[in-house]
Each structure stands twice: as C-alpha cells, then as structure tokens.
C-alpha cells in the first residue's frame, strides 16, 4: 500500500510532545466521507501554537497540524462531493481532533468542506486560509451590526498579521478610513500599501488603561485580546461595535462594563472553527469579490512543506507579516 508525508504530534506516557515527519497509509487516516489530496495548506497563529510542540491545541495523540487545506477529491461517499471536485477545509477542528492539513492525504467529512468559489483557486484559498476567513466574519459581523464607514474610523490590531493584513485591504476596500495598530512601526509602508489610513503604534493599546477613553474609532477587528481589547473598547464610539477574533496578547480581558452601559458598545465574537456553514459560505463568496487579489499576493509568501517548522516558530513571535502558504504538493 502506498504512503503519504504527514506533520504528526504525538504524546509520550510523561505527557510530552513530539513533533516528527510520518510516512503513512490511507487507512491510518481518521474517520470520513470524503479523501481529498491536499495541494495547499498555510500557516495561522494556532499552527504555530501547534507546531512548537508545547500547547494544548491537539486534543488527541497522536495528531496531524494544520487547520486549513486545499484540495482535490479523490474518493467521496458524500452526496455533495466527487472525484476531481476542488475543495476547501477551514477549522472543524482540524489538528484539534481531526488529522488537519499538514498531511498529502486526509480524509474528512463532506459536511465540512466548501467547493472552491469562481475566481479563487487552491493557492489565494490558502493565501485566505483561516487568518483571511476570520478576517471577512469579522467585517460581516460590523455590517450586521449596523456600523458603516460614515459613522467614523474602523481600527485593525495586530495590523501586520495574517487577520490585520487581511482585514485592512477588504475594509479599505469598502470605503473605510482604516486605523492600523501595530508594533512594528518599519512595516507603515507595507501597511499603507493594503489601505490602511493611519498607523498607531501598538504600546498606545497594550498597556493597562482607563475604563473610558476618548472616542476615537467607530468600529474595530481585534485579534489581539487582553488590555489591548480593553482599550479599543474604551475608545470606541457611542454605539459602536468591537469584532473579537484573537489572543496574541492574552486571554483575559481586563476591561469595565463601562464602554457597554455608558456607551451601547457591542463586543462581537467571532468563531471561525464552529461557524456554522451557511456563515462560512457567505464569508466565502464575499472574499471572492471584496478582497483585492493583488493586495494578497503582495502579503502572501509560499513555502514548501519541508520549511513548515521553521515558519511557525516566527508566527508565535509575532516575526511574520501576512501570510504563508504551504505548497503541499
């Protein structure tokens, strides 16, 4: 029987993980109605997480990282997929507690998959991949709540990573005057280049603030959690709304229910593994005709499969700008 390449974590009795290239068989896959040869994966903060063999992200042992992939389906018993379709795969608890994209081969359930949509192939979907998806709920969820670019500035944290890149050009896409946060003040230009309006410099968020601040943004994509969150609520205007999407600072949220009582803030959550997949679909056909493709390629590297460990311990860093694909093929 034939074997495939596969990025696999794998827990010892003391509870230790180890990270190691596997050869396998089709048959060691995990459970699902469909197998798809995977072309493309990319890297997302959570892979990084993943990939440094130190977190809590894979709930089984052993596991397969990445939760993206792009590719074409070999075999299918699913009704709404069949050998030759392209596909796509974002979450599902991929690398959780399901084999996810770091593999040549995977086998899912049809239920999760998206065909490509007109107009993107395999790699942009990558170049998307989970950071650009999250990125376009996130901007879905402020339309839905009812703020609007007249309404004032929308601000983007974290500006320089793969959601902020992304978030950035689809925004400033859509006529917002776009106010990027980041702590790396050499990337002002390559930020500008993606719409953004102006740049702050991160400590302005990330430290310790008031409950209340000055009104500065209308609306806001935060990918960064903590004291930052904290702050872009206390300086978001009267009925505004706050997209949550990230943690790169932190888990907590040291805030006051201030911003929500005196203010109607709106503190959006954004869950792109669950979405429900009506949501991704919606997300999915906005990206196709929102998102700039030439604003992607110029955030977008590619690497090969073989340079995966070594990009993910930048993302957790915070040492990559945009995005990675993965060329598994």
């Not at 089709?26 to 440094?52: C, P, Q, W």
């Not at 699913?78 to 974002?90: E, I, Q, Y």
């Not at 990918?223 to 872009?232: D, E, K, P, Q, Y």
Request: a neutral charge; charged letters at 20%.
């Amino acid at each position: 029987m034939s074997t495939f390449k596969a990025l696999m974590i794998t827990k010892d009795d003391a509870g230790v993980q180890h990270l190691d290239w596997k050869q396998l068989t089709e048959a060691e896959l995990m459970e699902g109605d469909v197998v798809v040869r995977v072309t493309h994966s990319t890297i997302n903060y959570k892979d990084g997480l993943f990939l440094s063999a130190k977190s809590a992200i894979p709930r089984k042992s052993p596991m397969i990282g990445g939760i993206d992939l792009t590719g074409i389906v070999e075999t299918s018993s699913h009704a709404g997929f069949k050998a030759g379709d392209a596909v796509l795969l974002n979450g599902y608890g991929l690398s959780e507690t399901h084999y996810g994209g770091y593999s040549e081969k995977a086998r899912v359930k049809g239920d999760w998959l998206i065909k490509l949509p007109a107009g993107i192939d395999a790699h942009h979907a990558m170049a998307i991949g989970t950071a650009g998806y999250t990125a376009m709920l996130s901007v879905l969820a402020l339309e839905k709540h009812g703020v609007k670019p007249a309404d004032g500035p929308v601000l983007v944290t974290g500006a320089a990573g793969g959601v902020g890149s992304v978030a950035i050009a689809i925004l400033s896409k859509l006529g917002w005057h776009v106010i990027a946060s980041t702590g790396r003040p050499e990337e002002a230009d390559y930020l500008k280049s993606l719409g953004a309006s102006e740049i702050i410099d991160r400590k302005e968020l990330s430290e310790p603030g008031r409950p209340l601040g000055k009104e500065r943004w209308a609306a806001a994509v935060d990918s960064v959690g903590s004291h930052t969150l904290a702050n872009v609520l206390a300086m978001t205007k009267s009925h505004g709304a706050v997209a949550c999407c990230g943690l790169a600072q932190g888990m907590d949220l040291p805030a006051s229910v201030a911003p929500f009582i005196l203010r109607g803030i709106a503190l959006l959550g954004i869950d792109s593994v669950m979405c429900p997949m009506a949501h991704r679909l919606e997300a999915w056909k906005r990206l196709a005709t929102d998102l700039d493709l030439k604003k992607l390629d110029a955030m977008t590297r590619t690497i090969a499969f073989s340079d995966v460990i070594s990009e993910a311990a930048k993302i957790v860093k915070g040492g990559i700008r945009g995005r990675v694909v993965v060329n598994i093929a």
